[in-house]
């Protein structure tokens, strides 16, 4: 079995005004870091059509955001979200991907994957782009995995800095999903709180003060996220991958090692080992220091290369 790394060129289309944090060169610095992987089994991630979409946003949405793309420069869909000429493509590569790698894992052609596209995902709501993020990537792959491949228990653990609003939000009403959040608390977007728990208590919201480090972190993902995963017996563990909570990192007031992520990745396959045949599909969120963020997702994939071979 291999890893699956999911990408595409379009997805460099994207274009954001000079000096946004989410930039094309941070899928360079993901594809330089990764080049050296032999046995990574590269594959194009495929565009979504507007029905997969369609499983988290209503198709006036969809629409709306179709019609906001500027044929030329940038277009501001908020103060930090903007579209360029490429965007639609990107983000349905964005999407696509992810579906393409829950296919390619429950099908059993590959071990994991890991998909590397943009514009990220978890901070886009129903009816809202929001926070660099025009569709629910991870939440549209949960729903698709429930839908096309009828599982009743699939697990999602979101580690960027930043609280995944968008996947709660499209999540709030889904008794399939487990859905665990950590994130610097108090911080943009504002949620994240812990009393924010979902129509089922399916929803985990693990609030980490600024500052927080290796050790703190840690000992809260031990106590709490792992075991609540281990008693769940998910058949399908999803990962929304930010890596800005690294300390490097311009966006985080948190304080995590590179060596966190393949810690907590480490962690996360032993828990699909023994519950789901190892099944995860991890894909890109956040992670700003383009140094930070090239190795440590190095690192997770690495992870994931060895707990797939």
């Known amino acids: 079995m291999t890893t699956a790394f999911y990408s595409h060129a379009d997805c ?7 000096g946004h944090p989410e930039q094309v060169a ?30 988290c946003h209503p198709q006036s949405y969809i629409d709306e955001i179709a019609a906001a793309e500027p044929q030329a420069g940038t277009r501001p869909l908020d103060a930090d979200t903007h579209m360029s000429s490429g965007s639609m493509t990107a983000a349905r ?33 129903r009816e809202k782009p929001m926070g660099f993020c025009l569709f629910g990537n ?24 930043h609280h995944g609003n968008g996947t709660q939000d499209l999540l709030w009403n889904e008794d399939k999903v487990l859905f665990f959040s950590s994130h610097q608390f108090p911080h943009w977007p504002g949620t994240g709180a812990e009393k924010e728990r979902g129509k089922y ?11 927080t480090g290796s050790l703190e972190m840690r000992n809260s ?25 690294h300390k490097a990192d311009p966006l985080s007031e948190l304080r995590w090692d590179t060596d966190d992520y393949a810690w907590i990745t480490e962690k996360l396959c032993d828990l699909a080992d023994k519950h789901c045949g190892g099944r995860v599909v991890s894909t890109l969120e956040g992670g700003y220091d383009l140094n930070a963020l090239a190795a440590s997702s190095a690192a997770h994939v690495q992870v994931l290369m060895e707990k797939g071979a």
């Open 221 to 245: 993902y031990t106590r709490r996220v792992f075991p609540m995963i281990d008693a769940y017996r998910p058949e399908l563990i999803l990962i929304s991958a930010g890596f800005d909570a």
């Open 138 to 161: 991870v939440a549209i792959a949960a729903k698709h995995a429930i839908a096309a491949h009828g599982l009743k228990r699939v697990a999602i653990v979101d580690f960027d800095v």
């Open 93 to 125: 590569r964005a999407v696509g991907g992810t579906v393409a790698a829950v296919d390619a894992v429950m099908a059993g052609e590959v071990a994991n994957a890991f998909v590397a596209c943009r514009p990220p995902g978890h901070h886009a709501e």
């Open 201 to 211: 208590d399916q929803i985990v919201n693990l609030p980490l003060a600024p500052e």
């Open 12 to 18: 460099l289309a994207h274009q954001t005004p000079p």
């Open 26 to 55: 941070r899928l360079e610095a993901i594809a330089e870091a990764l080049e050296p992987f032999d046995g990574l089994d590269r594959r194009e991630a495929p565009a979504a059509p507007d029905d997969v979409i369609g499983l």
